[in-house]
């Protein structure tokens, strides 16, 4: 009953590293999100994209860029990792005007050392 | 000012007590008001979400808001040991995508 899968659940990176997390919904949703979490500061949003090629900067959109060229994958990349982007990973997807229902995968806990 | 504040907890209650979590936000534009439930290295799955003031009740959650108040709760009844979790209030405009969290409340229901 797998619905948003993440590639990993745990990695660690060098600084200076590229990083890719990878992101696959199997409900042929519209919209799909990247957030990132960290203790104190909730879930924030990274990018987000609704449909295939586009999309839109969240709130905090330094350091990251998204590809999204198949409905179903949402992939986010961190061109140079720095220790300052250490954190809790996740995905999300939605149906069009169905933002009341997020689907989250199992998130991805990135260590840049 | 953070547009939604949520109590982090942690909150620790006995098996049986009924919890409340709650949260406040500033953005009078907000029309849907959604609760996660987040199990310790996993990601949030929704419990439930309300439109606009009112209450709604699912099993042994209810969830409440008070649009005038900018106040929003989670009511859990009998809760029990496997409620532990953090939960997250999420708010939405109805237009757009985008979602609005709260940092989470940490719950811990104990035998």
């Known amino acids: 009953d797998v619905k948003v899968t993440q590639s990993s659940r745990y990695l660690v990176k060098r600084t200076g590293e590229k990083v890719f997390l990878e992101c696959v919904q199997d409900m042929d949703h519209e919209n799909m999100f990247w957030y990132r979490q960290d203790p104190g500061l909730g879930l924030r949003l990274i990018y987000f994209s609704y449909d295939v090629k586009m999309k839109e900067k969240g709130d905090i959109p330094e350091g990251y860029s998204v590809s999204r060229e198949k409905k179903e994958r949402f992939s986010l990349i961190l061109e140079s990792a720095s220790t300052n982007q250490t954190s809790m990973y996740l995905c999300?997807?939605?149906?069009?005007?169905?933002?009341?229902?997020?689907?989250f995968g199992q998130g991805t806990r990135l260590t840049v050392v | 000012q953070k547009e939604v504040e949520q109590d982090p907890g942690p909150l620790s209650v006995p098996e049986g007590a009924i919890v409340s979590l709650n949260c406040t936000y500033s953005?009078?534009?907000?029309?849907?008001f959604m609760w996660y439930r987040q199990y310790s290295r996993k990601g949030p799955e929704l419990l439930m979400y309300?439109?606009?003031?009112g209450n709604k009740e699912d099993g042994r959650f209810t969830a409440q808001v008070d649009k005038s108040s900018k106040y929003i709760s989670l009511f859990i009844r009998d809760s029990q040991p496997s409620d532990s979790a953090t939960y997250l209030c999420?708010?939405?405009?109805?237009?757009?995508?985008?979602?609005?969290f709260g940092t989470g409340t940490q719950l811990k229901v104990e035998l």
């Open positions: 999420a708010m939405w405009k109805g237009g757009g995508n985008k979602l609005t």
């Open positions: 309300t439109y606009s003031s």
């Open positions: 953005n009078s534009a907000f029309q849907y």
């Open positions: 999300a997807s939605t149906r069009q005007g169905m933002a009341t229902e997020a689907f």
